[in-house]
C-alpha cells in the first residue's frame, strides 16, 4: 500500500497547506512532528530532506517532496478527484497567481527565522516585529482585495474550494497572530470566515494537531 509521511508543525501555516489538501482529498497520511521551536527543522538528518530547514516535507513511498506548493500540485496530479483548482485555464492561473501573492509577498515575512533574526541582530521588540510583519503583509492583503472580488462566491473562485483558499486561510491566522488590522479587506474576511466553518479546515486547523500543546486546543 502507498504511504505518505508529512514532516508538519501543528502552528505552521504552511503545514496547514499540506494538511488541509490530504483531508480535502481524503487521503490518509502519517503526521511526523517537527517542532520549530526547538529547532528541529535545522538537524541534520531533517535537512538532508529539506534543505532550506523549512516544513512540511512529504515522503511518498520513499520519494522526498520538499515545499508545501509542490507538495498541492503533487497531491492534485496523483490524486485529481476531488480537485483543488477550477477546470478554466485562465481561473487556473489567477488561482496561482493568488496562491504566489500569499507565498511570495506575505508568508516569508512573518516566518520564524526572519522575526527571530530581527530580534536577535536588530533587537526588535515583539511590537516592532509587529509592525515590520504589517508593513508587507498588508501590502498582500490589499492586492488581494482588489483581486478576489471578480471571482469570488463562498469562496475565492466559486463556491468550490480551491488552493487560493488553502494557501489564504492559515495566512490570515498568521496575520491575527501579528495584529493586522483585517477589517479593511471585507471580501477577504468574508471568504476567511466561510472557510472557518468548513470541516475540513476545522480538521487541519493549528488547535486540532497531535502536537498542538495543551494551553492551545480547542475540541
Ligand atoms: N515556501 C516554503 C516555506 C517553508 C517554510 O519556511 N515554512 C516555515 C513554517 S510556516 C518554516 O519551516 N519556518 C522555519 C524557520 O523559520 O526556521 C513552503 O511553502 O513550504
Redesign the pocket.
Known sequence: MTSFVLYN?FR????F?ARVAFHLKNIPFEYKPIN?LK?E??SPDYRKLNP?????TLIHDGKII????A?LEYLEEIHPSPSIMPKDPYHRARVRQVCEIV?ASM??YG????T?YLGETHDYSQQQKDQWVQKWVMQGLDALEKTLPEFAGKYCFGDEVTMADIVLYPQIITCQRFHVDLSKYPTVMKIFDNLDKHPMFIKAHFSRQIDTPEDLRQP
Open positions: 508543525y505552521s501555516s504552511t503545514s497547506r520549530l529547532d527543522q535545522h532550506l530547514g523549512g516544513i512540511p520538499p515545499d508545501s506548493m507538495i507565498n508568508h516569508p516566518n520564524l527565522k526572519v527571530k
